[in-house]
């Protein structure tokens, strides 16, 4: 690496290799933001303790520098921020905690400690190589996202949103998102069977052959981490399987069992699933199978307000009531991942609702993350997906048996009498609560009358401006 520091040129020391990624930009694309014009010149890639991320540098037509960065599979678009007053210590700053930074509220989302691996192009700054220093993401109730990069003293601060790819009328992107071949393939270190991930950027992956689940961030030429999974599971939705949601073609490529305990209910467990859903310009979505019906919903980029009571919440004009506080647990993976997902990894849940919205906090020691999102209805997933021969089995709780019409309920004698049978076959049900093994099916719990969604699983650490 050799850097021009005015007429001198320095040669600094060699880069760690840049790793391929299944974002379509790269170097010299350009589009428009707020009616001005942008090239990526530069690209910086980070590392922290679950693995990497990658922070595109933007030249705007007016001189000054923006940055495109990663933000939990989707982008946030940010510019420099001057600091009005001296920053706090990065240790101050304690995840789930709010502060005022330039007069503005913000919630403290997460807190890492990064380093510089490789760059490539033209950069603003070039941070010490190797060194580690501090990265603090805020979030603000009006989706705004702002990152604090204590890689420079006094310590820098950028101020963004999320965009999506499309908006920003990008051309000059990568024809197809692929990956080294060669470089990427490996033997499962449990069963030796042959993998390939799909997403040159996944962090986590499971052997198709012993189930084991792999992990990814040391990189594959390093020694693989393995952990082994018993009794797999068969995810009603294929790995594989491309399903139109949104107006979009989301191609599944993970898939996780989850499961739920509320406070003093120890003995009481619930259980669902989630399927990691990806697009090559939207990023990733979360398709989520509770007792209670489907959701689709996305790690959100600002911080919702939460009442002083924490019964409920509001975000971007919405108000949410809270559902259910409850602790919750992977239990089985499938498929990969662009975090390092864990069995046995454990976070503190709530959720609210409003409607068929949904919100969901996830609270684990380095971050929170909230998530966004709507009930589905199941037909709505076995039309997507194409699986209408099991759409009885997509079938959730949610779907009402009976015609309302106003105020009355129009009922056959035929109907009473099934709707009879089913009471009885529920409450039989209920009282062998025992036999639901929330490790294998979506066992509701019997004390909990709330909505049971789950608001997307933990995404890693889903920062802004300047983190993944």
Known sequence: MVVRNGEVLQRIGKMAELFDDHSPLQLQASGRWKNQGFTLVGRLQYKYDEGRWTEWIALLDDGSTAFLSEDNGAYVFSTPLRAERELPDAEHLRVGATTAINGKSYSV????????????????????????????????????????????????????????????????????????????????????ASITPLLASSKSLACGSCHSLIDLTAGVGGELRHAVQDEPMQPLIPLGSVGKLQGADWQVVGFQHRMGTEPGEEDEQFGWEEYLLYHRKRGFLFLVDATDGW??????????????????????????????????????????????????????????????????????????????????????????????????????????????????????????????????????????????????????????????????????????????
Not at 369 to 389: M, N, Q, R
């Open 109 to 192: 989302a997460s807190q890492q400690t990064v380093a510089l691996m490789s760059a490539q192009g033209e950069l603003p700054r070039l941070p010490a190589l190797g060194q580690p220093f501090a990265m603090v993401d805020l979030r603000s109730p009006e989706g705004e996202v702002l990152s604090v990069d204590y890689g420079s003293q006094p310590p820098s601060l950028s101020l963004g949103a999320a965009v999506q790819l499309e908006d920003l009328q990008l051309v000059g992107l990568r024809e197809e998102s692929v990956k080294d071949e060669q470089g990427r393939q490996f033997n499962c270190p449990q069963c030796g």
């Open 295 to 468: 959701s689709v919903v996305k790690p959100a980029t600002g911080a919702p307000t939460m009442a002083k009571n924490g019964q409920s919440a509001s975000y971007l004009g919405t108000q949410y009531r809270l559902q259910s506080t409850y602790r919750a647990e992977t239990t089985y993976v499938a498929g990969e991942f662009y975090w390092q997902v864990r069995r046995g990894q454990v976070t503190s849940n709530q959720d609210f609702s409003s409607g068929k919205g949904l919100l969901s906090r996830e609270q684990s020691p380095g971050e929170v993350t909230w998530s966004v999102g709507s009930k589905i209805d199941s037909s709505l997933v076995a039309s997507a997906f194409k699986l209408e021969a099991k759409k009885d089995l997509l079938k959730r709780s949610d779907a009402a048996p009976l015609s309302l019409n106003g105020n009355n309920i129009n009922i056959s004698m035929g109907t009473a009498i099934w709707v009879f049978v089913i009471l009885l076959l529920v409450l039989f049900m209920v009282t062998r609560c025992s036999d639901c093994d929330p490790n294998v099916q979506n066992c509701s719990s019997s004390s909990s009358g709330g909505t049971r969604t789950s608001g997307g699983s933990f995404g890693g650490f889903s920062s802004g401006g300047g983190h993944k």
